[in-house]
C-alpha cells in the first residue's frame, strides 16, 4: 500500500475518535483515499478531508460578509483581467496590443493569481525586478486595476479570503487536541503554507517514498515530508536508478505495450481489461495526455461502460459546447450563411419547434437561396426565394404535387428569414466607434444557447446548464464595452475553461485519472496511457508574462521554467511509484508510435525506456532494444476473435485471418460493401454501365423532346460539356454543397460581378434607346458611374463587403469596366442600332418589360425535333434592313484556344439557339421579315480585351443536326462523365466521380453504346 494511505490507516486505527484532519489539494482527491480506506478493510471515524481554501473560508468569510465582500468567482478571471487590460491604454503597452491573442488573458490570470497566493501586491512590485519599465508600468497598473476591482465592488478573490483567515486564528475549526497532516509532494501557495504553519493540534508529517536517484524539486523542500526509502521490489520506484530494483514474478513486472494509434491503444487497453475478468471498478485508466481522457471517454460511451472521470469533460466537446463557439463564430465571420448551414447540418443546433422546420432542410434553403454573408443577407435572399418559388408555383403548366411543394417552400423560406432576421437583431450592433455591450452581446449568446442547442445526453443538459451559467458570470464585469471580436472571445473563453462531469471512482465504474493524481483510487489494475515522448511533461519554457529572472527577484516562492518540469516529472514518479508499492496491483505503460492525424510516427517517452530498464533487469538497454521489446504495435483488431469488442472488430478480426475466403461471409452480412465492389469493377471495365451514368429510364424522362419540357441553352451546353453532371443535376436533383468558407478577399465574385454588369450594360442602351439616340461619353459617363455607385451600395446592404478597402478596389474595378464599355458603345458603326436588351423568353420573362420579351417558351423546330427553348438574349442589334445580330456578352477573360469552332461539341449552342429563338421575337412585335446573320460572343471588360468572338449564322438543318445528337445522347440515357479535365476544374460535384474520371470516360467511348457520345463530339 502506498506510505500515505497505511500512514492514514496507522493513525485511524491508533486514534480512531480523535478529530484528525487530512489538508488535500481537492475534496475529490480526500473523498477517493477515504475510500480506498474503506476497500482496503480499514475503519475510519473523525477522519475529516478538507483543502486549506475550506479551513480559510470558515476563518474568514464571517468577517468579509461583515463588510460586504463576497467571494469572486474564480473561473472569472482571464475574463476580468482581460476586460481590465482593456481599459488600458494601447500605446506604449507592453501587453494591451496583444490582447486579441487567445491565450493571453489566461497567462495574465494565471500570473495574477499566482502573484496574489503569494502574498504580493502591485505596490510590492518594484520596477527594477522588471527587465523592461514599459512592462513594469503596465503590470502595475493591471494589478492595480484588479486589486481596486476587488475593493470598489466589494469582491474578494481566494487570497482575500487567506489573508483574512490568517488575522483570525482563533475561528480555526481545527482543535489543539486534534491532529492534522497534508497529503504529501503537494508544491502548496506560500498563502497555503503560512496557514498551515499557523494551525493548532497535532502535525503529523506526510509519509512518502523515497525515490532513488531523483532528487526532491526546489519548492517541496522546506515542507516537512517524512520519505521511506522503497522496497527494492517496488519496480517503478526503480525508474531513474533500475539497477536499485530486485527482479519480481513475471506476473507482477509492468507490461509494456505500443499501438498503431491512440484509438488502437485505448481498445488495447479494453480487451486487457475484458481478458483479465475483474470488475469495471478494480480498473484505473490514467493519461499520461490530456488528448486521451475524451477517447477514453467516447470509447466507454460507444461500448456503454459505466465511466467516471476525475479531470471531467470540457464542455466544448458537448453539443451546447460546439454550439456557443459555433454561433460566436457565425458573429465573427459577419453571419456568413455559409457558417449557418454548417450549424444546421451539424445536427448540433435545432430551430425552435415554432419554425416547424427542420435543421437539415433549413441548411437546403439557404443554399438555395444563395445567402452570402452580413445582417440582411438571409432576410433578403430567403424573401426572395420564397417569392420566387410563389410565382412558380402560380404558373398553369405544374403537376399538383410540385405545386404543393412550391408552396411549401416558400412558407418555410419565410418562416426561415423570420427566423434568422430575429436571430441576428438579438446580436447587438456594433456602434459608431465599432463597440459592442458586453452583457448584451453575452445576453444573446446565451439565450441562443438555451433555447437552440441540441441535447442528445445528459452530458448535454449538464453542459447547457454549466455553460449558461459561466456566461451568466460574466455580468460580475458590470457593464462594459468593447469591440465584437473582444466581446465573443470572452464568451469562446468561458465556454472553453467549463469542466463538466469530473467526478471520483464510483462502484461499477471505470475510473480515468491523469499522471499527477494516478494510483490513488487503489485499483488492482492500472493503465498508463498516451506515454509518448515530448507529450507527457511540459516543456521548461520561461512564463509569457514574468520571465524566470523577474520572478527570482519578485518572489523566490514563485514558479520558474525548470520547476515546471521538474515537478511535473516528480510528481509523475512520485504517483508510479506509489502505485507499485502495493504488490497485488497491474500495471501496465503503453503508447501510440503513430499519430493518424498529424500523419507522423511518435516515439516512446522516456518513462517507457527506464521501465522496460527496470523490467528486463538490463539497466543499460536503449530504445532500439525497447523496441525490438515491443515488437508488432497493437491495432484495432483483436489478436483473437475471443477478444473482440464488437461485432466490427469481430468481422476485422476473422477477415485478417481467413483473407481472400472471408469475402463471401463478409458481403452476405455487408450487402453495401458487396455492391460497392461491384460497382467499382463495374467502372474499372471497358464497357459503359450503369455506374458509369447508363441510366436508359432516366433518359425517358430527361428527353428534351418530351411533352411539356421547356429547356434553356445553358442546360443543353451543360449537358454536353458532362452528361454524368446533368443526371446528377436535373435527374436525381443533387446539388452540389458549396464549401460554405468565405473568400475574405473578395466582394464581388465572378457570377454576381457578371450579372451586375449584365444589368449596367442593359441600363445604360435602355436609357439611350428611350432617347432615341446613341450612347455617348460625355452624356452617359456620370450618370453610368453613379448608376454603378448606386447599384453597388444596394448589394452592399445584402452582401457587405469584407472591407473598405476591398469595396473601394472593387468598385473601381467594376466602374473602369462600365468606363470601357461605354467607350466602346460611342464609337459603334453608323449602321449598327442596339434594339433589344436582356431578352426573356419562357419563364425567364416572367416580370420582364423588354418590348420583345415573350412568357411563352420559343419552340424550335429542326429535323423532326421540337424543342422548347427558354433563355435570356443579352442583347439584339439591328445591323441592316430586316438584318440582325445578337450579342452575348462575357465579362471573364478571353483565351482564343477556348473559342475554336462552331459547336465545340454541343458545348456552345447559345449562339445558335438564341438566333433562332431572336428570329421568331423579332417577326413577332418588330419585323415580319427578321433575320439573324450572326451572333457575336463580346468581352467588353478589361480581362476580355474587349475581345469579340464572331460566327455567321448557321443554316437551321446543321443546328437541329446538333441538337438532334444531344437529344440523342440524353434521350438514350448515356451520362457518361466528362472526359475534359477543364469540364471537371471547378466542378462541385466532382466527389460523386473519384479519382482518374476523365482518362476511365474516354476509355470507355469505343463501347457502341456511346456512338452518339462520339457523334455530337464532332460537331467542331
Ligand atoms: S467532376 Fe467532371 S466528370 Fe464529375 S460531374 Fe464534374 S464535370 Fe462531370
Known amino acids: 500500500m502506498a506510505p500515505f494511505v497505511a500512514q492514514l490507516g496507522d493513525l485511524c486505527r491508533t486514534y480512531p475518535t480523535r478529530s484528525k484532519w487530512v489538508f488535500v489539494p481537492a475534496h475529490a482527491l480526500g473523498r477517493t483515499i477515504g475510500d480506498r480506506l474503506v476497500l482496503a478493510g480499514i475503519d475510519w471515524a473523525n477522519l475529516r478531508f478538507v483543502t486549506p481554501f475550506e479551513i480559510a473560508l470558515r476563518m474568514g468569510a464571517p468577517f468579509l460578509v461583515e463588510r460586504g465582500v463576497d467571494p469572486s468567482e474564480e473561473g472569472l478571471g482571464p475574463a476580468l483581467v482581460m476586460r481590465l487590460l482593456l481599459d488600458l491604454p494601447e500605446r506604449d503597452g507592453y501587453f494591451r496590443p496583444l490582447a486579441s491573442q487567445p491565450s493571453m488573458a489566461a497567462a495574465l490570470w494565471s500570473t495574477i493569481r499566482e502573484l496574489r497566493m503569494a502574498g504580493v501586491r502591485a505596490s510590492d512590485l518594484a520596477v527594477d525586478s522588471f527587465e523592461s519599465p514599459h512592462k513594469h508600468a503596465e503590470f502595475v497598473a493591471l494589478l492595480t486595476a484588479y486589486e481596486s476591482f476587488l475593493m470598489t465592488k466589494g469582491r474578494g478573490d481566494r487570497a482575500t479570503v487567506f489573508q483574512e483567515a490568517l488575522q483570525h486564528a482563533d475561528w480555526c475549526p481545527l482543535q489543539p487536541p486534534d491532529c492534522w497532516t497534508t497529503m504529501p509532494e503537494i508544491v502548496w501557495s506560500p498563502l497555503e503554507r503560512l496557514l498551515l504553519t499557523a494551525l493548532p493540534g497535532e502535525r503529523i508529517v506526510p509519509r512518502s517514498l523515497v525515490l532513488p536517484g531523483v532528487a526532491s524539486p526546489r519548492r517541496l523542500q522546506g515542507f516537512p515530508t517524512d520519505r521511506i526509502a522503497p522496497t527494492s521490489s517496488n519496480t517503478l520506484a526503480f525508474l ?30 479494453f480487451r486487457r ?13 490514467v493519461c499520461a495526455s490530456p488528448a486521451y481522457s475524451p477517447l477514453v471517454w467516447e470509447k466507454a460511451l460507444r461500448y456503454d461502460w459505466p465511466v467516471t472521470i476525475a479531470q471531467g469533460v470540457t464542455a466544448a466537446v458537448t453539443r451546447p459546447g460546439r454550439t456557443l463557439l459555433a454561433f460566436t463564430e457565425w458573429i465573427e465571420d459577419g453571419f456568413a450563411a455559409g457558417r449557418l448551414r454548417r450549424m444546421f447540418e451539424s445536427g448540433d443546433v435545432r430551430l425552435d419547434d415554432a419554425s416547424g422546420i427542420a435543421p437539415g432542410r433549413a441548411g437546403r434553403l439557404l443554399v438555395q437561396a444563395e445567402a452570402a454573408w452580413g445582417r440582411d443577407t438571409h432576410r433578403l435572399a430567403l424573401g426572395r426565394l420564397a417569392a420566387s418559388a410563389r410565382r412558380a408555383a402560380e404558373r398553369d403548366d405544374l403537376p399538383p404535387d410540385k405545386r404543393e411543394g412550391l408552396k411549401q417552400r416558400a412558407t418555410e423560406a419565410e418562416a426561415l428569414a423570420a427566423w434568422i432576421d430575429a436571430l441576428v437583431k438579438s446580436v447587438p450592433e456594433p456602434d459608431a466607434a465599432g463597440r459592442v455591450d458586453l452583457q448584451a452581446i453575452a445576453s444573446s449568446v446565451r439565450s441562443f444557447v438555451s433555447e437552440n442547442a441540441s441535447r442528445a445526453s445528459a452530458l448535454d443538459h449538464v453542459a447547457a446548464t454549466a455553460l449558461g451559467d459561466a456566461i451568466a458570470d460574466l455580468e460580475a464585469l458590470g457593464s462594459f464595452r468593447c469591440s465584437s471580436g473582444e466581446a465573443l472571445r470572452f464568451l469562446r473563453e468561458r465556454a472553453e475553461s467549463v469542466t463538466i462531469a469530473s467526478d471520483r471512482p464510483r462502484p461499477g465504474h471505470l475510473f480515468v485519472s491523469a499522471l499527477n493524481v494516478a494510483g490513488l483510487s487503489g485499483r488492482t489494475h492500472v493503465f498508463v496511457v498516451g506515454l509518448e515522448e515530448g507529450r507527457v511533461f511540459p516543456l521548461s519554457i520561461e512564463d509569457p508574462v514574468l520571465l524566470d529572472a523577474e520572478r527570482t527577484r519578485v518572489d523566490d516562492s514563485l514558479l520558474r521554467s525548470q520547476d515546471r518540469t521538474e515537478e511535473a516529472v516528480y510528481s509523475a514518479l512520485e504517483r508510479l511509484a506509489a502505485i507499485t508499492a502495493d504488490p497485488d496491483t497491474r500495471v501496465t505503460l503503453s503508447y501510440s508510435c503513430r499519430d493518424p492525424r498529424e500523419y507522423r510516427q511518435t516515439f516512446p517517452s522516456w518513462v517507457l525506456l527506464q521501465a522496460y530498464r527496470v523490467v528486463s533487469g538490463n539497466a543499460k538497454a536503449t530504445f532500439h532494444e525497447l523496441q525490438r521489446h515491443f515488437g508488432e504495435p497493437v491495432s484495432i483488431v483483436p489478436d483473437t476473435s475471443a477478444d473482440a469488442l464488437d461485432e466490427s472488430r469481430w468481422w476485422l478480426r476473422g477477415v485478417t485471418r481467413a483473407g481472400e475466403s472471408a469475402r463471401e461471409a463478409l458481403l452476405v452480412r455487408y450487402p453495401r460493401l458487396g455492391a460497392g465492389i461491384a460497382a467499382c469493377k463495374r467502372r474499372e471495365s471497358p464497357d459503359f454501365t450503369e455506374y458509369d451514368g447508363h441510366v436508359p429510364a432516366a433518359g425517358a424522362v430527361l428527353d428534351p423532346g418530351r411533352e411539356g419540357v ?33 473568400d475574405r478577399d473578395v466582394w464581388l465574385n465572378p457570377l454576381l460581378r457578371g ?38 451600395a444596394e448589394l452592399a446592404v445584402e452582401i457587405p463587403p469584407p472591407s473598405a478597402e476591398i469595396r473601394d478596389r472593387e468598385t473601381i474595378l467594376l466602374l473602369d469596366d462600365l468606363a470601357l464599355f461605354l467607350e466602346a458603345e460611342a464609337v459603334l458603326p453608323e449602321g449598327r442600332t442596339p434594339i433589344g436588351f436582356e431578352v426573356g423568353f419562357g419563364r425567364a420573362a416572367e ?13 424550335i423546330d429542326g429535323g423532326g425535333l421540337t424543342l422548347k427553348i427558354a433563355g435570356r438574349i443579352d442583347r439584339i442589334d439591328q445591323v441592316g434592313p430586316s438584318r440582325f445580330e445578337i450579342i452575348d456578352y462575357k465579362t471573364g477573360e478571353y483565351y482564343a484556344p477556348n473559342w475554336q469552332g462552331t459547336f465545340a461539341g454541343g458545348k456552345r449552342l447559345q449562339h445558335a439557339i438564341y438566333g433562332l ?32 468572338k464572331r460566327i455567321a449564322t448557321q443554316p437551321v438543318a446543321t443546328v437541329a443536326e446538333v441538337l438532334s445528337d444531344l437529344r440523342q445522347v440524353i434521350a438514350s440515357g448515356l451520362f457518361i462523365h466528362s472526359h475534359d479535365e477543364d469540364a471537371c476544374k471547378w466542378c462541385q460535384h466532382g466527389l460523386a466521380c473519384g479519382r482518374g474520371v476523365q482518362v476511365r470516360a474516354e476509355s470507355k467511348l469505343a463501347d457502341a453504346r456511346l456512338a452518339p457520345i462520339v457523334k455530337l463530339g464532332a460537331h467542331e
Open 240 to 269: 531513474t536508478q533500475s539497477e536499485g530494483a530486485s527482479p519480481r514474478p513475471t506476473a507482477e513486472v509492468p507490461s509494456l505495450f505500443h499501438a498503431g494509434s491512440n484509438e488502437a491503444e485505448v481498445e488495447e487497453v
Open 755 to 792: 450579372s451586375l454588369l449584365h444589368d449596367l450594360y442593359a441600363s445604360l442602351l435602355r436609357r439611350c434607346r428611350t432617347a432615341g439616340r446613341r450612347a455617348g461619353v460625355e452624356i452617359d459617363r456620370e450618370w453610368l458611374a453613379s448608376e454603378g455607385t448606386r447599384v453597388l
Open 273 to 285: 481489461i475484458l481478458a483479465a475478468n475483474v470488475p469495471l471498478d478494480r480498473v484505473e485508466i
Open 847 to 859: 416580370g420582364d418589360s423588354e418590348p420583345l420579351a415573350q412568357t411563352k417558351p420559343v419552340e
Open 917 to 948: 429563338a431572336a428570329v421568331e421575337l423579332l417577326r413577332r412585335e418588330f419585323d415580319p421579315k427578321a433575320t439573324v446573320v450572326a451572333a457575336e460572343y463580346y468581352f467588353p471588360s478589361e480581362k476580355g480585351g474587349r475581345e469579340r
Open 710 to 742: 421547356v429547356i434553356s441553352p445553358t442546360q443543353l451546353e451543360e449537358a454536353a460539356e458532362c452528361p454524368f453532371r446533368y443526371f446528377l443535376k436535373r435527374g436525381l436533383g443533387v446539388d452540389a454543397i458549396e464549401s460554405g468558407e468565405r
